[in-house]
Structures are given as C-alpha cells and as structure tokens.
C-alpha cells in the first residue's frame, strides 16, 4: 500500500479504536480490558491475511468498509 493510503487507513484503525474503547465484551485474558486498538488492527491483519501497510491499494475501499463493519459489530 502507498504512503498515502497507509496513513489514511492508520488514522481510520485509531478512530475505530476510539469508537470501540470500552465496548468490546470483557475476555479472561485481559482482565483490565481489551485494547480496542489492537483489536482493529489485528482484525484486519486476519481478516486479509497481512498487515494494512501490506494490503494492495486496490482493496482500500475493502478495508475501509470492513472497518466501518467492526465498529457497528464490537463483538
């Protein structure tokens, strides 16, 4: 992914991790909370099996909505 696309889709994973903090359900391997952050990133990273800096500029648009879909589904 470009520069630009890569920073673009960074601010948009800390938005989302500001959005979820506090609304993710609680787990037992996290017993002060989870990290809404993390979680962002590391469901992109499994959901197109690589890292968002890693992923084809042509699925932006993919990425984007995924992440707007993981902030209306905080399970």
């Known amino acids: 992914m470009n ?3 890569s920073s ?3 601010k948009l994973i800390q938005e989302a991790g500001d959005y979820l903090n506090g609304q993710l359900p609680d787990h037992p391997n996290h017993p002060k909370g989870r990290n809404a952050y993390a979680h962002v ?5 499994n959901k197109f099996r690589s890292s968002y800096k890693d992923i084809p500029d042509e ?3 993919e990425v984007i909505d995924y992440i707007e879909f993981l902030k209306k589904n905080p399970n």
């Open 8 to 10: 673009k889709l960074w």
């Open 59 to 61: 699925r932006l648009n």
């Open 41 to 45: 990133a590391i469901c992109v990273k």
């Open 3 to 5: 520069k630009d696309n």
